[in-house]
């Protein structure tokens, strides 16, 4: 059986529907990608990867649900810096996500990680993150791992955007290199598509389902791409077909003179 993936990031919400960020109503931009995903069929699952809400507000996350749920696909999401971490590791009162499972789905086992260092743009994972991880490996019944976190692991080649990469990288190799199952790493973070073959382990970002970060830039630039979601085929075979989806038009408004986010 394939598994059928679709892959949303950093939709930055916040507690006030339609407010800008950027210039950009992140709100009407989740909801045009959505539109975009909600013609593709037979899809097991969303995996949205980190920066769901600009400010950590219950408001925000209930609406990421109420415009990614007409797609009518179990959602799982982990925490990027901009999240409230908590909502991933115990149920909460109100909020609409479960906290976090490892996902059996075929043969693969998509493992969820939370790279969070509270109060921090970069990410890390602590030493319970990597044990984690390792216990999912190592007990994985011989199934492939797609390992999932918000922080990219390796650089993306922009500078100012890799100051704030995973800094513990060479932990989470040692972990991931002790079994020959892991396939793939995806996540976010870096608001681009980004596509990298490492020791057999094949490394992706996705663009933003709002702003886009230029790639390659030195310091702080934004890029006028389109907002999109991945689509990921994991095959029972353990290769993966994959695809960056943009939206065809969206009004952007990008405010170029802001010099961060
Ligand atoms: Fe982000
Ligand atoms: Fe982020």
Redesign the pocket.
């Known amino acids: 059986m394939d598994v059928k993936l679709i892959q949303l990031?950093?939709s930055?919400l916040h507690e006030q529907p339609g407010k800008r960020l950027i210039g950009i109503d992140t709100d009407a931009s989740l909801r045009a990608v959505v539109d975009l995903a909600g013609a593709e069929e037979n899809v097991n699952a969303i995996l949205a990867t980190?920066?769901l809400s600009q400010d950590g507000s219950l408001q925000s996350y209930q609406r990421f649900v109420e415009f990614v749920s007409p797609l009518n696909v179990p959602i799982h999401w982990l925490p990027?810096?901009?999240d409230d971490v908590d909502y991933f590791h115990a149920p909460q009162d109100g909020f609409p996500l479960s906290s976090r499972s490892t996902l059996d789905l075929g043969a693969w086992r998509i493992i969820m990680l939370d790279s969070v260092v509270p109060g921090k743009d970069h990410g890390k994972l602590a030493q319970s993150e990597l044990d984690y991880l390792a216990d999912q490996m190592q007990d994985c019944d011989g199934r492939h791992c797609l390992v999932v976190l918000h922080h990219q692991p390796i650089a993306t080649g922009a500078d100012w955007l890799d100051t704030m990469q995973l800094y513990n990288d060479g932990a989470f190799f040692n972990v991931i290199q002790q079994y020959d199952t892991v396939r793939a790493v995806i996540y976010?973070?870096v608001?681009q598509a980004f596509v990298k073959d490492l020791d057999g382990i094949r490394f992706m970002s996705v663009p933003?389902t709002c702003f886009q970060f230029k790639p390659d830039s030195v310091g702080f630039a934004l890029d006028d791409a389109l907002p999109g979601y991945r689509c990921l085929v994991l095959k029972e075979s353990g290769s993966i077909e994959t695809e960056v989806r943009r939206v065809a038009e969206f009004d952007l408004s990008l405010d170029k003179d802001v010099e961060g986010y």
Do not use: K, L, Y
């Open positions: 990031s950093d930055h980190g920066d990027g810096n901009h976010g973070h608001h933003s």
